[in-house]
């Protein structure tokens, strides 16, 4: 497995924007497709966004698509997740996650490793 570190969540106001990082050691980074996932309180951790092992694809959630943007460096082992337009909903842990899969999965169960999270509050 790979071990996963996030950073960059806080506290912001509606409107604003956050980046969160995630590096990753212990594994080639570029065999692992990568993902972002976000839990709220109460409820499901749901998929945001991934991104294939070169960067060549991605996918978003629709909740999230055109304000959120996934990307990586392979030569720097970290995927990042830019947030832009940050709405109170989006308030949750948001979670890195790596699959071996060669294919963007939408499914937490895909994902091999993940971080520990990383708190995202965004107040009205």
């Known amino acids: 497995q790979v071990q996963l570190v996030e950073s960059g969540g806080g506290l912001v106001q509606a409107g604003g924007s956050l980046r969160l990082s995630c590096a990753a050691s212990g594994r080639p980074f570029s065999r692992y497709a990568m993902g972002w996932f976000r839990q709220a309180p109460g409820k499901e951790r749901e998929f945001v966004t991934g991104t294939s092992r070169n960067g060549g694809s991605t996918y978003y959630a629709d909740s999230v698509e055109g304000r959120f943007t996934i990307s990586r460096d392979n030569a720097k082992s970290t995927v990042y997740l830019q947030m832009n337009s940050l709405k109170p909903e989006d308030t949750a842990v948001y979670y890195c996650?790596?699959?071996?899969?060669?294919?963007?999965?939408?499914?937490?169960?895909?994902?091999?490793?993940w971080g520990q999270g990383t708190q995202v509050t965004v107040s009205s």
């Open positions: 996650a790596a699959s071996a899969s060669p294919y963007i999965s939408r499914s937490r169960y895909d994902y091999d490793s």
